[in-house]
């Protein structure tokens, strides 16, 4: 996979890299594992690394170009309805002023308070379990770590009033350097996916002991993941393209094995989702 450095200026247009008769679709990617992950033992193996690898594949007609970038500029391009795609979103039913979605592609279990596992206990003796996380943020007792340039789906609304207060993480692997505050007690907690303790038990496992997830009260249900591109024409054409080969991608076996990867072999679908078989 061809990563492209994003350091002045770029630009985002349908001419340039490979063959003239090909489209040129640009992709954003982070250093966020293990959604996308750029380096070490799990180098390009993250779980949206597979997806895209996956679409690019299905999609052969296509100039594809990988752009490394930050989080919050990856936000703020699209939010410019700059001519991009970033592969691992939450899906939403409705476009909204950042991007347009694909269909989901894939499911995760919803995101949920990180923390130690001694905390973990005091929260939900104090707010429940699962853990009621308005209930929590209104205590302002214990202290917030999220990291730059993330969004959180449905509880977004609810996070805006104290993102002015909390620790924001940003640069490379902001989400790990989260985890690792917590366990140095710089802050209390984050939201996040379980799977990020899954990454840090394969990869780093003295720095992951200790730490729990926690499920809260106000995201009962999985969560779609789905391709986002800009809230524009451009992005409404390529996400139409994008949902031509979803189907494919689903059941593309290097796929898969990313998903039981990261999951845990515990991969959740869609109720209409037929059973597939597929390797560990």
């Known amino acids: 996979m061809r990563y492209v450095l994003a350091l002045v200026v770029l630009l985002f247009s349908g001419h340039g890299l490979g063959s003239p008769s090909k489209p040129l679709l640009s992709w954003a990617i982070n250093t966020g594992p293990p959604f996308h992950i750029v380096g070490g033992s799990f180098n390009q193996q993250g779980l949206c690394d597979q997806l895209l690898t996956s679409i ?14 930050p989080q919050p500029r990856i936000h703020q391009a699209l939010n410019n309805r700059e001519a991009l795609c970033f592969p691992c979103m939450i899906h939403r039913a409705q476009p909204t002023k950042t991007a347009v979605f694909s269909n989901p592609t894939h499911w995760y279990r ?55 207060n909390e620790l924001i993480r940003s640069g490379d692997n902001g989400p790990i350097a989260l985890l690792n505050m917590i366990q140095s007690g710089r802050i ?77 072999g515990k991969v959740l679908k869609a109720p209409s989702e037929p059973k597939i078989k597929t390797e560990r």
């Open 188 to 264: 209390d907690f984050t939201l996040d996916y379980d799977i990020i303790l899954t990454y840090l038990n394969k990869t780093a496992p003295q720095q992951a002991k200790g730490l729990v997830y926690v499920p809260i009260v106000e995201l009962p249900a999985p969560i779609a993941g789905a391709v986002g591109c800009s809230n524009s024409e451009w992005g409404k054409q390529q996400v139409e393209l994008i949902n031509t080969v979803i189907p494919k991608v689903q059941t593309d076996p290097a796929f898969r094995h990313s998903l039981h990867l990261w999951f845990d």
């Open 56 to 69: 690019q594949t299905h999609l052969p007609d296509i100039n594809h170009q990988n752009v490394l970038m």
């Open 110 to 164: 919803p995101q949920g308070v990180i923390t130690r596992q001694a905390l973990a206990d005091h929260l939900t003796q104090q707010f429940g379990s699962p853990l009621v996380l308005a209930k929590l943020l209104a205590a302002k007792t214990f202290k917030l770590g999220l990291a730059a340039g993330r969004r959180y789906g449905d509880i977004e609304p609810l996070l805006e009033p104290y993102r002015k």
